[in-house]
Every structure is written in structure tokens, then in C-alpha cells.
């Protein structure tokens, strides 16, 4: 059943928003089940589908796993495989899939994951999850689609460089790393909150990490990893694309439990737009009562500053402000797709390259929109709250990978959102 979100637009969004559970924490936290034979219970599971897609595939390969994902919740427990193979069913879907290739290659000797592949915001390519595990000493090949990884005596600690910063290839690294013999030093490592979390959940298993949060990840190997129960932090990019549903509906939103440090470099851009931002003790209050947006250009980088992830819906608003904006996507090759998508809308956007240069104009005017990936769909979303008359945002399922009740957190503060199933 395909899934549409008709929206009309025009209406001040004012309340409260309970920020959910990170999705790209909750993934990389449920794969640590495959670390250890005890159990782990994760709570603040956001309820979306990428953790159910995660959640088969972990079943597939023999996991157990008691969801009660309607009250965020998961215990998950592996004490033995049935497979170590990762169909091609499964990645294709979801590309964190991948995350299972260097816990069960530590844990089990062997791992099989099937080539992503492309999608659609780029190449995307895994060479450094693959070179990471090859210099811990896993034996690669690429056979029938698969990557297939071998080290049936186990996995040896080595100093590390990352060409590029990459999350889940930091990720990967790490949890092939903690049950490796001797001494792991991953230098130019991811330090987005997610990394540094999911180093602190893998601490609390009796990992031996240090300096997750900077650029030098240092893991000790040990022997074996004990059970947890763990707590997901808020999500910081459902946050930021709330803080937009609040600006560009010129209206007032309670971010509950949203970390502000995590969105520094955007709420500074959103102030210099000229959005009110204040930090609350359980969140932070955005509350947009300029008539004028300025316009200010961005340019994305890994954490700390400017979220790729934030890209399409900070362009939505631009799409609105008094001037002209330029954005720049250094990420991902192909993340620039609602481009196409606003301009339907009415936006008066120009594409060069990597770059948008966004004109603001006086109203975005309702349409029928294609949502091509998760972010783009949340700033056609955004888009569509603020344009006049009806938008009807197509293939929703896009959003449901990302976004826990999207449609009910947006109803509540009075936005007219309708979820049409076709
Ligand atoms: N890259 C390589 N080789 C690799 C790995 C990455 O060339 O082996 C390149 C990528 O092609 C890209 C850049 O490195 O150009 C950065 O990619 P990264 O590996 O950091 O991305 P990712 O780990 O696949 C995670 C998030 C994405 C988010 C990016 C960047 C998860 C599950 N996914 O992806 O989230 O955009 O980091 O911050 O954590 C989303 O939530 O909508 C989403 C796409």
C-alpha cells in the first residue's frame, strides 16, 4: 500500500515536540547484540522502519530480539548465529546494513555482506569499511555480489588512517576493533555524537575505548563483551527539521529533549536567519516572529559543521527568504534532488555542480511532489507547510525511514497534515 501526506500549507506550527530517539545511533547500537552473547536492551528506540529493517535482518541471521518498539524498546540477544550472510534483500533496502560486516567477521570468524551498491543520493562507496577490516587482518573477496570476509583466528589491532571522515566506516572499524587482539588507533576518525555514543554503549559492554569524540579513537581489544541496557540519545537531525517546520511557519516549537550542543553550527545559522533560538532546561524553543528570513549561505562537513543530512530542508527554507542563498553539498555527489521538487513548488532555485544558489520568493505555491529520499521528502514536507494552498508529498515511505509519527508530532502543533493511503 503506497502511503501519500497531503498537506495544506499556511499554518503557524505552535506547541511542543518530543524529539525521538536517534535513528543513526539506534543502528549501530542494535547491531552490538552481535558483539556478545548476553543481552542488550536498548530503550528510546525510535519506531521507524529502518530499525524493523535492521531488526529482519538481525532475525535472518539468528538473532532474538523482543521488540516492544511502541514503547521504544528492544532487548536482543545473540548467543549463537544461524548465518553469517547478509542478503542482497536486506542491503538493498538499507544501506547501514553493512554495519553487520565487522562485528560478525570479529566475533565469528566469518561475514558475508552483499555489495550495496549505489542509491540515490550517490556512489556511496564502502572501500574503507573494506580496507579497515583487511588491516586488522581479514582476508577480503568480492565473490557473486558479496563482500566476503575471513579471519577464523581472529582479528589483530593496527594503526588506522581514514583518508576521508566516514560514520558508519568509523563504526564498522570500532566494532571489529573491540574484540580484536592488541591495540586499535583509528586516526581521522568520525566524531559525530553518534560515534562517541556508540562508543560509550560498546564502554559499557566492557569495551576498552578512549578518545571517542575526537578524531583518534583508541580500542584495546578484549576478549569478550558483557550485556547492557542502554538508553538512545534524541535525534539531532529529526530536531533540526523541526526547528525549520517552526521558521518557516513563522510560529513557536518546544524542541523537548533536544541537545543543543549537537546543533551548534545550525542554530547559529538559523540565528544569523533571524530565528530566535533559546535553550531550555528540557530543550530549546524556536520561534520565527520576523516577517523576513535572511538568507545565508552553507556549505555541509562532517560534525561539527553543517549536517549534510539538514541540507534539503534548510534549502526549503531558503527557498522563502529576502534574498539570494547559496548551498553547497560536499557529502554526497547526488544529494541536490528536490532541487527539482521545490521548484515545482514555485522556488526559483539554480543548480551548478555541487551548488545551489537559492532566490527567495514571496510564497512556494502547493504541488504534487515526489519524495526521492529520506531528507529530500522532509523539506518537500516543510515545504508544503508553508506554501499556500494543497501539496501533496508522494512515496511517504521514504519518510517513515526517518521520522517516528511524523504526521501526529506535526498535527498536534496545528499543522493540517493528512497521511492518504492509495
Ligand atoms: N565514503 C567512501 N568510502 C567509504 C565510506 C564512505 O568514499 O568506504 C564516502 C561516501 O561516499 C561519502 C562520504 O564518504 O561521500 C561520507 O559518507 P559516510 O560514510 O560518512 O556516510 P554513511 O556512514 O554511509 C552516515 C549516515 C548518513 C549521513 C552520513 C554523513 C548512518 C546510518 N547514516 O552515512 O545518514 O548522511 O553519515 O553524515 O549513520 C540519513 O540519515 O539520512 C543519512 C543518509
Redesign the pocket.
Known sequence: MLQKMQIEGGYPLFGEINISGA??LA??AIVTTLLTDNEITLTNVPNLSDVKSLLELLEYLGCYINSDLNNNKLKLKTANISSTEAPYDFVRKM??SI?VLGPMVTRFGRASVSFPGGCA???????????TLQLLGAEITIDNGFIKAYAPNGLTGNDITFP??????T?NSIMAAVLARGITRLINA?I?P?VEELCILLNTMGAKITGQGTSVITIEGVKKLHGTVFNIMPDR?EAGTYAIAAAITHGKLLLKNCIYKHLEIFFNTLQLNGITIEKTSNGVIIENNNEKINPIDISTA??PGF???LQAQYMALMTISNGISVIKEN???NRLMHVAELTRMGADIKVNGNTAIVKGVQNLKGAQVMAT???ASASLVLAGLAAKGTTVVNRLYHLDR?YENIDKKLQQCGAQVNRITV
Open positions: 535513528k543513526n543502528l549501530p544501506r547501514a554495519l543520493i550517490g556512489v556511496r562507496s564502502i572501500d574503507l569499511h573494506i580496507r576521508i571522515v566516514t560514520v558508519t566506516g563504526e568520525a559525530e553518534e537531525i562532517p560534525y549536517a549534510t543530512d557529502l554526497f555527489e529520499d529520506l531528507r526517518g
